[in-house]
C-alpha cells in the first residue's frame, strides 16, 4: 500500500506513525469493513478458477464493521503514537456505511475473508514502519 494513497488506513498509520495527529471526519461513528489484502487475492483467484460465466457481482469485503473512530484508536495503540485525534467537517457525500454483501462469495466461491482487522493493521503498520524510518 502506498504510503500516501489517501485512503483512511494508510492515511492513520502514517498520521500515528508519525505521532501527527489523526483526522477524523464528523464524530467518526461512520462504519467501514476492511478486508486484507491477502484475503482479497484469495477471493479474486477464486473467481478465475470458476469454469463457466458468472453473471452479476461477486462483492470481496470483509463482514466486520468498525467504526472509523474504533479504527483510528486501534492504529493509535498498535503504533504506540502519542497522536492526539481531531474532527473536522464531514463531507456531505460520506456515507455512514459501508459493508459488502458477500453471500455470493461464500456461497459460489467458498470464500470469506479470514485476516482480522487487528492482524491486518499490525501488518501494515510493521511494513509502514519500516518504510518510514
Known amino acids: ?49 470458476i469454469e463457466g460465466s458468472v453473471i452479476g457481482p461477486i462483492n470481496l469485503g470483509n463482514q466486520n464493521e468498525f467504526t472509523i473512530k474504533e479504527l483510528a484508536e486501534k492504529v493509535i495503540s498498535l503504533t504506540g503514537s502519542r497522536s492526539n485525534v481531531t474532527h473536522h467537517d464531514l463531507p456531505s457525500d460520506d456515507p455512514k456505511q459501508r459493508k459488502p454483501d458477500t453471500k455470493a462469495a461464500a456461497s459460489l466461491l467458498n470464500w470469506e475473508a479470514k485476516v482480522e482487522l487487528i492482524e491486518g493493521l499490525s501488518l501494515l503498520i510493521e511494513d509502514f514502519r519500516l518504510r518510514i524510518g
Open 1 to 49: 500500500m502506498n504510503l500516501q494513497d489517501g485512503r483512511v488506513v494508510s492515511n492513520f498509520a502514517v498520521q500515528a506513525l508519525r505521532n501527527q495527529d489523526i483526522t477524523l471526519y464528523g464524530t467518526g461513528e461512520q462504519t467501514r469493513s476492511f478486508c486484507y489484502v491477502s484475503d482479497l487475492i484469495e477471493g479474486l483467484v477464486r473467481l478465475m478458477e
